[in-house]
Structure formats: structure tokens, C-alpha cells
């Protein structure tokens, strides 16, 4: 079973940045798509950006502009650089192929201060 174990998350003033990581085993980045997704409480996840197989990369509106995904194929880590974070991106972080197929991780927390 594929375990995504994602890190990075804190707690940053509006205008921060952070660097979010996700490790899995094995080759999944090389061979699936792979995104970034946030969940608030309550809420249903949603995805933020992906990146294909070929290393092309996709960004919601919300985060076109402030976030880039990328990954190390020789090192394993997807990355989500975040930059000109606001209050309204504090939530949740995990990654997961897209479509997810893999059993979510435990993600990680953004918290971004007014």
C-alpha cells in the first residue's frame, strides 16, 4: 500500500512563504500525474495544482500566480512552493496522484496569521 507523507506546513504571517513536501515510494511521480490538494474543516478537498507526467503544470485560479508544484525525480519529493500566502489559505495539505488513487496521508498544516 502506497504511503504519501507530506511536510512542510506551519504557521506564517500574511506575505510568508512556505515549501510543502510529499514522499512516496517507488516511482508513482514518474508514472502519474500528481497534485496538491487542501481540505478546511468541514469542507470537501479540493486541489490546488498537479503536475503531469511530462512535467507540464496546472494551478486553480486561486493559486496561479503564488504557488508552483514541481518534483525531484532523482530525489523522490513533490514540491508546492507557497508565496504570498493569505489567511484564506490555512488548511490541510496532502498530495496524491490525480485522480487520487492512493489512500490520503496525513497531510499537512498551513496556518497563516492575519
Known amino acids: 500500500q502506497v504511503q504519501l507523507v507530506e511536510s512542510g506546513g506551519g504557521l506564517v504571517q500574511t506575505g510568508g512563504s512556505l515549501r510543502l513536501s510529499c514522499i512516496a515510494p517507488g516511482s508513482i511521480f514518474r508514472d502519474k500525474p500528481m497534485g496538491w490538494f487542501r481540505q478546511e474543516p468541514g469542507k470537501l478537498r479540493d486541489r490546488r495544482a498537479y503536475?503531469?507526467?511530462?512535467?507540464?503544470?496546472n494551478y486553480s485560479d486561486y493559486a496561479k500566480g503564488r504557488f508552483t508544484i514541481s518534483r525531484d525525480l532523482a530525489k523522490n519529493p513533490l514540491y508546492l512552493e507557497m508565496n504570498s500566502l493569505m489567511p484564506d489559505d490555512t488548511a490541510v495539505y496532502s498530495c496524491n496522484s490525480v485522480p487520487p488513487d492512493y489512500q490520503w496521508g496525513q497531510g499537512t498544516q498551513v496556518t497563516v496569521s492575519s
Open positions: 503536475i503531469e507526467v511530462d512535467g507540464r503544470t
